[in-house]
């Protein structure tokens, strides 16, 4: 039943208005003055207020700014009946948010037509609120299960929609957190219990937040945003200043929630609690969004959506703030940072040069004007980022861990692909071999073909394979060359490994050798794979297993260089004193080792020409150039044997074979190029 408040101070037209209602149905509640009204409203919540505007003690304009003003009763439906008929009046109550505006004396009708509409209006609201309100929990819903499955982050609104009433902040600064493990509380804890805990957080994290300035507050399931801006009302520090104060205090009083927590449900195994903050700095759109009764300020555009993959990143990265360069720019001096990186931002192209936080010195400038003191607590605060890092890099590596141990065991469908990991749609398994298996996967951004390659580290026997596999990202992440394979990810954790590769249809060099092999077509190989050494040599990195099977084939014909899993940085090499390999390793495969890598001696790229030259005399000649019945012989016929002549159709390359297989390092080319300009002549 509908419950209407009649609000008048005239006892004998309140008690016909009473009259009126109830006759009409509705249930009614009195008040004959302003303050006893604004009392009954909050203590019986009505449906509808009619209040009389001249009364003693608080009037009708007085009790509507009231009920606006408070959070409970702001949407009330609300009507003005007064003597009064000057548009003056009309105006102050329309303006200070009245629904409707009676003018004494009114007829029944009158009164029960404004009624009535005001009724049917607040049901269509509230049914708009409840549409929006469902709308946003399925959201909500959708997004957590997308995040369990592996899926990225979801992309915040970048532009506002068509009427849209919008405010340009064209300098803010964004900070985005949310909460770590996040579904691995909710799964160990009740409805009740979760709202309890993310309430009792948000009072914590939002007093940084509200202190340093932050304003237009949203709550998006475990998230927080804020922004910051330079315009911030008593505040002449920059945005970017305190947003940063904020987010280490965020950290600090993450960290001290954690107590609070462990302390609530202290049996309940549930995981460590910890957060990741993004930073960002640019423009910023202010849009209001939703039905009139239930608008609400929503930060949008290119800088909110950054700010939220920082946040994301935060977790892979093990960091607890994450800043973009920017930001720290426009934050001044005192900002602590550790780690820095750069971050490409999905969906964009765009590539962000973020660091890690860790502290900040507050000044004499920054305690006067406010700003949250983190200098005297700035011990807590390294201690409270560390943990929570630590927490976080936990929690990343074994999700990572227990997702990449699962696919052993996964059978796959080809005609239902579910398999998820890290934006990679797996596909099928390609084959395995030791401690490695290999995968075909998609990649979700674009439907790229990629390989993976994930290795079980574990057991003393993997632990240089795992040095191995990091390694070969690593020094692939500096070549951008069309002639060598490209890496496009890489992540590792204590007993698994992974890297996300260029996938060959086509296979490998040496799945092609044979009649249908031409002098032609081999010099074209031998030259391509000159340039991607002449990319790898520039960079300082030697090969050391230059054969047909690490040389791949691109649909188009074109090949790239691949498999570094023993490649070695000559630059660092060098500064480690480790130019020398131990005596007795061979490292490489023996029928193309150079004689310094068969004899046990250092390499340098000469050793990376001297396999190519081997390579392409079998390509040409149609044979391995030396065969032999044990590694001891082959290895001494690197040593010392004469380089055999190719068939006398290749004749006018034999020169350069030669000078590719010399013993002496030195005899040979100084470097891919001057190959390449000796190969293109003699062609």
Same mark, same amino acid.
């Given at each position: 039943?509908?419950?209407?408040? /009649? /609000? ?13 209602? *109830? ?68 105006? *102050? ?10 003018? *004494? ?39 957590? !299960? ?5 899926? $990225? ?28 493990? @996040? ?15 993310? =309430?009792? &957080? ?12 932050? #304003? ?40 001290? @929630? ?6 609530? +449900? ?28 239930? %608008? ?33 720019? %426009? !934050?001044?001096?005192? $900002? ?21 936080? =860790? ?35 936990? !929690? ?27 934006? +990679? ?13 290999? &995968? ?19 057991? *003393? ?26 890496? &496009?990810?890489?992540?590792? =954790?204590?007993?698994?490994? +992974? ?25 074209? /190989? ?64 023996? &029928? +193309? ?9 250092? /390499?340098? $790229? ?29 290895? !001494? ?30 005899? #040979? ?15």
């Amino acid at each position: 039943m509908t419950t209407i408040l /009649v /609000v008048e101070d005239d006892d004998a037209i309140r008690n016909n208005i009473v009259r009126l209602l *109830k006759l009409e149905g509705f249930d009614t509640i009195s008040a004959p003055d302003g303050n006893a009204g604004l009392e009954r409203a909050l203590s019986f919540k009505p449906d509808l207020i009619v209040s009389d505007v001249s009364m003693p003690g608080m009037n009708g304009f007085e009790l509507l700014a009231v009920i606006r003003s408070d959070k409970a009763t702001a949407t009330l439906p609300f009507i003005l009946l007064t003597a009064l008929d000057d548009r003056e009046s009309m105006r *102050k109550g329309m303006t200070g948010g009245a629904d409707d505006y009676l003018s *004494k004396p009114f007829t029944r009708t009158e009164l029960l037509d404004a009624v009535n509409a005001q009724i049917k209006k607040r049901g269509r609201v509230e049914a708009v609120i409840q549409t929006e309100v469902a709308a946003g929990e399925e959201r909500l819903r959708a997004a957590f !299960a997308h995040s369990i499955g592996g899926g $990225i982050p979801q992309a915040f609104m970048v532009e506002a929609p068509e009427g849209a009433v919008t405010e340009q902040l064209p300098d803010a600064t964004v900070l985005f957190s949310d909460i770590r493990n @996040f579904t691995s509380l909710a799964e160990k804890l009740g409805s009740s219990e979760v709202a309890e805990l993310l =309430t009792e &957080y948000f009072e914590r994290a939002c007093q940084p937040v509200l202190k340093n300035g932050g #304003r237009n507050v949203k709550f998006i399931g475990d998230g927080l945003m804020a922004v910051f801006t330079d315009s911030a009302k008593g505040s002449p520090l920059p945005a970017a200043r305190r947003a940063v104060s904020a987010g280490l205090a965020m950290a600090l009083a993450a960290h001290e @929630f954690r107590a609070w927590l462990e302390q609530r +449900y202290p049996d309940r195994g549930l995981p460590p609690f910890a957060i990741g903050v993004g930073i960002h700095t640019g423009e910023v759109t202010l849009c209001q969004l939703g039905a009139v009764q239930s %608008r609400e300020t929503a930060p949008i555009g290119d800088t909110v959506n950054t700010a939220a993959r920082l946040e994301a990143a935060s977790k892979e990265l093990g960091w607890t703030v994450v800043a973009s360069t920017a930001v720290l720019i %426009r !934050a001044g001096d005192g $900002i602590l940072t550790g780690s820095s990186t750069s971050l490409a931002v999905r969906g964009k192209e765009l590539v962000v040069d973020v660091l890690e936080v =860790t502290g900040l010195v507050t000044t004499m400038a920054d305690k006067v004007h406010g700003m949250a003191s983190l200098t005297e607590r700035a011990q807590e605060i390294s201690e409270a980022v560390r943990a929570n890092s630590a927490i976080t890099a936990r !929690a990343v590596k074994s999700a990572l861990d227990a997702k990449l141990a699962a696919l052993k065991a996964q059978g796959f469908d080809p005609s239902v692909a579910t398999v998820r990991l890290k934006g +990679y749609r797996i596909t099928g398994k390609i084959g395995s071999g030791g401690m490695t298996e290999v &995968y075909l996967a998609e990649r979700e951004a674009d439907g790229l073909l990629i390989v993976l390659k994930v290795l079980d580290s574990r057991g *003393k026997e993997a632990s240089e394979h795992l040095v191995r596999f990091i390694q070969e990202y690593a020094l692939l992440s500096k070549i951008d060359h069309p002639h060598v394979i490209r890496i &496009y990810d890489q992540g590792f =954790t204590d007993e698994h490994a +992974y890297i996300a590769m260029e996938y060959f249809e086509r296979g490998d060099l040496r799945s092609h050798f044979g009649p249908d092999l031409t002098q032609q077509r081999a010099l074209r /190989v031998i030259d391509e794979v000159a340039q991607a050494l002449d990319a790898i040599h520039r960079a300082g990195i030697v090969h050391r297993d230059i054969k047909p099977e690490n040389i791949m084939l691109r649909k188009d014909g074109s090949v790239a260089l691949a498999d570094f899993g023993i490649a070695k940085s000559m630059l660092k090499a060098e500064s480690m004193g480790l130019t020398q390999t131990r005596h007795g390793d061979v490292v490489g495969t023996p &029928y +193309y080792l150079s004689p310094e890598q068969a004899g046990g001696r250092g /390499v340098t $790229i000469q050793s990376d020409l001297y396999s190519l030259g081997v390579m392409m005399f079998e390509m040409l000649a149609g044979k391995r150039p030396y065969i032999a019945e044990s590694l001891e012989l082959l290895l !001494a016929k690197h040593m010392n044997a004469e380089t055999p002549p190719l068939p006398a159709s290749c004749a006018h390359l034999q020169t350069v074979v030669n000078k590719l297989m010399q013993k002496d390092p030195a005899a #040979r080319y100084g470097s891919a190029a001057e190959l390449l300009a000796d190969l293109r002549q003699a062609s």
